[in-house]
């Protein structure tokens, strides 16, 4: 090999090395291992940020966006109670993830997929308190199983069938492919969920509830012909919140101590909480519920503009020794007090006849500008942003999930490419008042972006410095003139090219190779069509190997070493099902 192929080796060893056994950002090495790439003249500008130009980096951005419209909208809730539920232990939690992401995924994009249900599963794990990094590495890989299943399920497929059909004019059919991609998803699926136990890492999350944690009293009502109204408590999902409980029903003036979860709601009826300040931001996303102060909707602007804010009553403010209608509030600051906290005490009455005292934490629903006017005032002690706490817009679901099907719809139909698919429902979700344009800049995980991208310039210098393919031909040349054993080696070259480089660079480069031994062979090409089909699709043991793992990646909490210790095994009995099966199917 040339000099600058040993280089690129030496590169990828060093890069492989920090991502496994430091905690280094990897979009920082990546970019980093391309910038010396760069440096030394392996590859020239054009090959280090092919990446950035790339309609896949570029797809995953539009779908960021496409995924916040539908969670400013509430459709990220809707998934959660109805479609997720409440698991009873967490087999039970990773089969309901799993079983209809593969499903969706054999006929949908699996990328879009994986990022509309990123924020549903953080807030699910969050709700009945499981470790979101025993969840987000089954959603991937359930979506890369499920793309096995069907031609259409990965563009991988498609990849490797448009070369079948230049070389022999020869393609496969939609289903073709699920005589060894059915086994292979059931296979991993079910090799997931048994020993996912022992091969997930469980990380708590990063906050955790205190043990005395800061209570607000919060009084909500059921809005009349809302969506709960006639639904029973259980079923409005108004129990088992985390860190807060449903202490009371206020109906007509008669209130229900110790509600029985079957109880019925009535519109009008005022429900009251005690929880910590997460609790308070998942009511106010529900759907049909509202602050019972009717001062909310007297504000200026819209209730999905406004900020939820934390402020700390000091000893010289105005209002001390007064009730908060009596003070005032709304017309003093332009903002409504929805919830008062006090050195963890029950507060009873309505929110308007609390009479404050210094130190009272007030849960304040306010406009963009209360925090700055107030931040420097001698009314507050404190006054602190709420993260993640805007109102749904409820009012434009239906919007967001016809944008979100008509992208997918015209997609599959071949309408738009997917990229232009994307692109124009993001367009739209922004044009359509789904999210602002402030939410679908900060919507883009761009450290995801930046590693897939460089990720590129990676795999172009291994392309063409010629170490992935001698690397191949290596493999392949150790399996001497049995068929068996060469579908065998071009399968494993196939699964390590994907793991360091991007799947459907990995096809392109094996096919002629395989193509080739094919011919040496006199057998038929297309059981090693399929054995690239398959393992360029179930990539598992990287985080660059597939798009999916990228994108959870962050979420999960999880390190490179984790990947390693799950996608292994998952690989190695994917691959046993895909290699007995081939032959028997599709004979040399």
């Known amino acids: 090999m040339p000099w600058d192929a040993w280089f690129t080796a030496g590169l990828v060893t060093l890069m492989f090395g920090?991502?496994?056994f430091t905690r280094a950002a990897p979009d920082?090495?990546?970019?980093?291992?391309?910038?010396?790439l760069l440096a030394v003249g392996v590859i020239g500008p054009t090959e280090a940020f092919v990446g950035f130009s790339n309609q896949g980096v570029i797809t995953v951005a539009a779908l960021y966006v496409v995924v916040a419209g539908i969670r400013e909208t509430g459709g990220i809730q809707w998934i959660v109670h109805n479609l997720l539920g409440r698991p009873r232990s967490l087999s039970r939690a990773q089969w309901r993830l799993s079983a209809p992401v593969t499903i969706m995924s054999a006929f949908l994009n699996n990328t879009p997929v994986v990022g509309m249900l990123i924020p549903a599963v953080s807030e699910w794990a969050r709700k009945h308190d499981l470790a979101v990094s025993k969840l987000m590495m089954p959603l991937s890989y359930a979506a890369i199983l499920g793309g096995t299943v069907t031609l259409i399920g990965t563009s991988t497929?498609?990849?490797?069938?448009?070369?079948?059909?230049?070389?022999?004019g020869e393609g496969f059919g939609l289903f073709d492919i699920a005589w060894v991609g059915i086994p292979v998803a059931a296979g991993g699926l079910v090799f997931m969920i048994l020993?996912?136990?022992?091969?997930?890492?469980?990380?708590?999350?990063?906050?955790?509830?205190?043990?005395?944690?800061?209570?607000?009293?919060?009084?909500?009502?059921?809005?009349?012909?809302?969506?709960?109204?006639?639904?029973?408590?259980?079923?409005?999902?108004?129990?088992?919140?985390?860190?807060?409980?449903?202490?009371?029903?206020?109906?007509?003036?008669?209130?229900?101590?110790?509600?029985?979860?079957?109880?019925?709601?009535?519109?009008?009826?005022?429900?009251?909480?005690?929880?910590?300040?997460?609790?308070?931001?998942?009511?106010?996303?529900?759907?049909?519920?509202?602050?019972?102060?009717?001062?909310?909707?007297?504000?200026?602007?819209?209730?999905?503009?406004?900020?939820?804010?934390?402020?700390v009553v000091s000893d010289s403010c105005p209002m001390v020794g007064q009730t908060i209608r009596d003070a005032r509030f709304r017309n003093r600051y332009n903002a409504v007090v929805i919830a008062v906290a006090r050195n963890g005490q029950r507060l009873r009455g309505k929110i308007g006849d609390i009479v404050l005292k210094p130190g009272d934490t007030l849960l304040v629903e306010a406009g963009p500008g209360f925090q700055m006017q107030n931040?420097?005032?001698?009314?507050?002690?404190?006054?602190?942003?709420?993260?993640?706490?805007?109102?749904?817009r409820h009012e434009r679901a239906l919007l967001a999930a016809m944008i979100l099907v008509g992208m997918v719809v015209s997609v599959t139909a071949g309408v738009f490419s997917m990229l232009e698919g994307a692109l124009i429902a993001a367009a739209l979700m922004v044009l359509t008042r789904c999210l602002t344009l402030e939410t679908a800049r900060h919507s883009i995980d761009w450290p995801v972006l930046f590693t897939i991208a460089a990720a590129f310039g990676v795999g172009a210098a291994m392309e063409g410095t010629g170490l992935a393919q001698t690397l191949s031909l290596g493999l392949v040349s150790l399996a001497g003139a049995d068929p068996w054993m060469n579908l065998l080696m071009i399968y494993l070259a196939t699964a390590l090219f994907t793991a360091v480089i991007t799947n459907n660079a990995a096809a392109v480069l094996i096919f002629p190779i395989a193509f080739a031994v094919a011919g040496d062979l006199g057998v038929s090409p297309l059981p090693f069509a399929i054995a690239i089909m398959?393992?360029?699709?179930a990539s598992f043991a990287t985080p660059i190997g597939y798009q999916t793992n990228l994108m959870v990646y962050g979420p999960g909490g999880y390190r490179f070493s984790d990947y390693l210790r799950a996608g292994i095994p998952m690989t190695i009995v994917t691959s046993l099902i895909a290699i007995l099966i081939i032959p028997q199917v599709w004979s040399f």
């Open 534 to 537: 398959m393992a360029a699709s």
């Open 195 to 311: 020993a996912g136990r022992w091969l997930l890492p469980n990380r708590p999350p990063a906050i955790t509830q205190l043990d005395d944690p800061r209570q607000y009293t919060i009084e909500m009502e059921i809005e009349p012909k809302g969506a709960l109204e006639g639904r029973s408590i259980e079923e409005a999902g108004l129990r088992h919140l985390p860190g807060a409980f449903l202490i009371e029903v206020n109906r007509n003036g008669t209130v229900l101590p110790a509600v029985s979860p079957q109880e019925r709601l009535h519109g009008g009826d005022r429900v009251i909480f005690v929880g910590v300040v997460e609790s308070v931001v998942d009511l106010q996303k529900i759907r049909g519920l509202r602050p019972a102060t009717g001062q909310v909707f007297k504000l200026d602007s819209h209730r999905a503009d406004r900020n939820l804010l934390e402020a």
């Open 28 to 36: 920082m090495v990546f970019i980093g291992a391309v910038i010396i």
């Open 375 to 392: 931040r420097n005032s001698r009314d507050f002690f404190l006054v602190s942003r709420v993260e993640e706490a805007a109102t749904p």
């Open 18 to 20: 920090v991502l496994a």
């Open 157 to 168: 497929n498609l990849v490797v069938n448009g070369l079948m059909l230049d070389r022999t």
